[in-house]
């Protein structure tokens, strides 16, 4: 098992970058394909970004390629979600989640392994 703690996030305004990060525990962060996911308030949680751990491919959603980039240091045992220009929509819980089968995606239910989420505010 591997225990995932969140951390980072915070209220910046509009425009500005947060950096989070999500610590792992009890096995090594490369023998899984890590995941951030986000729940906004009165939203159902939903997929952000995923980095494979065999070859380190990258899957974003539409809204935020271009502006968030995921990656994982597995000497720090860790993986980041790096956030730029954001918008007030980017407004969430944000969640890391480790799954060990298979490759990339981005079905919630896939992933067995979840943190206990850091709050991100965007204000305008």
């Known amino acids: 098992q591997v225990q995932l703690v969140e951390s980072g996030g915070g209220s910046v305004q509009a425009g500005g970058s947060l950096r989070l990060s999500c610590a792992a525990s009890g096995r090594t962060v490369s023998a899984y394909n890590m995941a951030w996911f986000r729940q906004a308030p009165g939203k159902e949680r939903g997929f952000v970004a995923a980095?494979?751990?065999?070859?380190?491919?990258?899957y974003y959603i539409d809204s935020v390629k271009g502006r968030f980039t995921i990656s994982r240091d597995n000497a720090k045992n860790a993986v980041y979600l790096e956030m730029n220009s954001l918008k007030p929509e980017d407004t969430a819980v944000y969640y890391c989640a480790a799954h060990s089968l298979g490759g990339l995606t981005a079905r919630m239910e896939d992933y067995v392994y979840w943190g206990q989420g850091t709050q991100v505010t965007v204000s305008s």
């Open positions: 980095i494979s751990r065999s070859v380190g491919s990258t």
